[in-house]
């Protein structure tokens, strides 16, 4: 298992502030929603624009952090100006500091089986 510096643990919390100050105006009004093709396809609120601002507001970023597809669409429509998209890159460089392993890599399959003492 990586070994995760303190430097890096404080970055990474720095960067999820960062990530959750984006939001900081939003109204969590959904205007931005359904241009979001991430919630077309997947039909979770969650995983739509709204969402985002949501869960990051909250540093929540496991469930959301890979269903960007950092198009803007959702920046274009939004009346406040909200960067959506600077803040998921903010959250998932934070998520790789941390040491997680991006969901359904090989590099996390590996990781898992190692955690649960099996040979890969
Ligand atoms: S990002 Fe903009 S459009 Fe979307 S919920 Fe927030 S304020 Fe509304
Ligand atoms: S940038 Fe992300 S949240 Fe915004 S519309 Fe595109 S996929 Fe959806």
Redesign the pocket.
Known sequence: MVKISEQDKIEAENLLEEASAVFDNCTKCGM?KD?????KVLKDEA???RG?AIMLSDKIIDKVIY?????????RKCPLNIK??DA?LKAREAFVLKGRKIPGSEEEKVSGNEEKGLKS
């Open positions: 931005c241009l979001c093709p991430s919630f995983v739509g624009p985002h269903t960007c597809t950092l198009c803007q669409a959702c920046e959506l998209c998921v």
